[in-house]
């Protein structure tokens, strides 16, 4: 099972307020992946994890926190949401980048 | 960094007909290019992939090549069928001397349309 599961699929949320994406993996994983997609453009890698140690990109550092409290599961976290944050996150798992089916954030 | 760029945003073929579908790459210390396909309303889905120690990779219909003195590879799908709708996105990544932690730079994709 190559599974990817992320939660929710669909989230509205207001400018200013703050923003949790889930998502888990069943395949043991050491390493997972957080990628903004907006439309017309290349995912954008946020932030990694290999095992426990998390790397985020130099352009996105303080936009974006997350956790990974056990092998399965990695949060992405948004402190204060602005209009720029509306994309699509998805969440990939495994050297080969299995994705999952991605969370719609709409932020008004 | 790197930076990949994929030549074609859209492609369209006739039903049995080949595609072709190119990318360049910036950095020549990348060594590992994936290849993914995005159907409508779905998420991003591994197709193929080639290390850089070969120049050729065939999967049923579908062919990557490699060429790493011009940086490019290609993504050839022969046969093409409606199903083969969808944007294909070109990625390479480094691999980090334990052979792991693959880091992928996107390219933008290129929508390939196959009419019956």
């Known amino acids: 099972d190559t599974t990817v599961k992320q939660n929710p699929r669909y989230k509205l949320a207001r400018v200013g307020k703050p923003v949790n994406l889930i998502c888990s993996q069943t395949?043991?994983?050491?390493?997972m992946y957080w990628y903004q997609k907006k439309p017309n453009q290349a995912p954008k890698l946020l932030l990694f994890?290999?095992?426990?140690?998390?790397?985020r990109e130099a352009d996105t550092f303080e936009k974006f926190q997350s956790s990974r409290p056990n092998n399965s599961f990695c949060s992405l976290y948004i402190g204060s949401a602005g209009l720029e944050y509306s994309a699509m996150y998805l969440c990939?798992?495994?050297?080969?980048?299995?994705f999952g089916p991605g969370t719609r954030l709409t932020v008004l | 960094g790197e930076k990949v760029e994929q030549h074609e945003s859209t492609l369209s073929v006739r039903e049995g007909d080949s595609a072709v579908i190119n990318c360049t790459y910036t950095?020549?210390?990348?060594?590992?290019f994936p290849w993914y396909k995005q159907e409508a309303g779905k998420s991003l889905h591994f197709v193929i992939d080639?290390?850089?120690?070969?120049d050729r990779k065939q999967s049923q219909r579908l062919t990557v090549l490699l060429d790493k003195k011009a940086k490019r590879f290609s993504l050839h799908i022969t046969a093409t069928q409606p199903e083969d709708s969808a944007i294909y996105f070109c990625?390479?990544?480094?691999?980090?001397?334990?052979?792991?932690?693959?880091?992928?730079?996107f390219g933008k994709g290129t929508l390939l349309t196959v009419t019956p």
């Open positions: 950095d020549t210390a990348s060594s590992y």
């Open positions: 990939a798992s495994g050297y080969e980048q299995y």
């Open positions: 395949m043991n994983h050491d390493t």
């Open positions: 990625a390479a990544s480094m691999v980090n001397s334990g052979g792991s932690n693959y880091k992928l730079t």
């Open positions: 994890y290999y095992d426990k140690i998390l790397n």
């Open positions: 080639i290390r850089s120690n070969v």
